[in-house]
T-cell receptor, first 114, second 112 residues
Framework: DQQVKQNSPSLSVQEGRISILNCDYT??????FLWYKKYPAEGPTFLIS?????DKNEDGRFTVFLNKSAKHLSLHIVPSQPGDSAVYFCAARVTQGGSEKLVFGKGTKLTVNP | DGGITQSPKYLFRKEGQNVTLSCEQN?????MYWYRQDPGQGLRLIYY???????QKGDIAEGYSVSREKKESFPLTVTSAQKNPTAFYLCASSILTGYGYTFGSGTRLTVV
């Protein structure tokens, strides 16, 4: 049962345009959401996050939107740059029995064309 | 510089052999995690530990074992019972009430 879903395995955009990466979740107990960026053969690096009590968080070119009623979040990258080409993972935090863990989606491979 | 170190980066083993992957962090983080990445599968949680001498199974713990004897170290053993061990393994750490994880650079394990 996939609790965090990234339904688009890949996305291709032109440099300078907006990239929108989407993520859906099913577990209402998730209290924090994060986006990670990953290059091949490297570990993921933290990009941006949002608390479940907010609906938007912005950091430079990156903005994350959360729609709790729809259980949907999205990452906007404006303007997109070739260096943004990577796999982006959506993750959600859940606390169970005093233990905290992240549940990851399958990732979306973003390609930004010059 | 604080960080999390996984070694080796590439590892080859023969089928039927146990192998241990190293993970060390000097971030003073309480919690440590092991994930496995397969193509098209995202990151799946193997084991995690919130405190020294304690750890919990994740979603795909079968065929793996861990220990947490020191706060800085969380080695993962891939046993011969793991049916499909070839994968990219990622270790991560976090403060207990942190907002996210710091990941190591990963170990690519190939079993032949």
């Amino acid at each position: 049962d996939q609790q965090v879903k990234q339904n688009s395995p890949s996305l291709s955009v032109q440099e300078g345009r907006i990239s929108i990466l989407n993520c859906d979740y099913t577990n209402s107990m998730f209290d924090y959401f994060l986006w990670y960026k990953k290059y091949p053969a490297e570990g993921p690096t933290f990009l941006i996050s949002i608390s479940s009590i907010k609906d938007k968080n912005e950091d430079g070119r990156f903005t994350v939107f959360l729609n709790k009623s729809a259980k949907h979040l999205s990452l906007h990258i404006v303007p997109s740059q070739p260096g943004d080409s990577a796999v982006y993972f959506c993750a959600a935090r859940v606390t169970q029995g005093g233990s905290e863990k992240l549940v990851f989606g399958k990732g979306t491979k973003l390609t930004v064309n010059p | 510089d604080g960080g999390i170190t996984q070694s080796p980066k590439y590892l080859f083993r023969k089928e039927g052999q146990n192998v241990t992957l190293s993970c060390e962090q000097n971030l003073n983080h309480d919690a440590m995690y092991w994930y496995r990445q397969d193509p098209g599968q995202g990151l799946r949680l193997i084991y995690y530990s919130q405190i020294v001498n304690d750890f919990q199974k994740g979603d795909i713990a079968e065929g793996y074992s861990v220990s947490r004897e020191k706060k800085e170290s969380f080695p993962l053993t891939v046993t011969s019972a793991q049916k499909n061990p070839t994968a990219f393994y990622l270790c991560a750490s976090s403060i207990l009430t942190g907002y996210g994880y710091t990941f190591g650079s990963g170990t690519r394990l190939t079993v032949v």
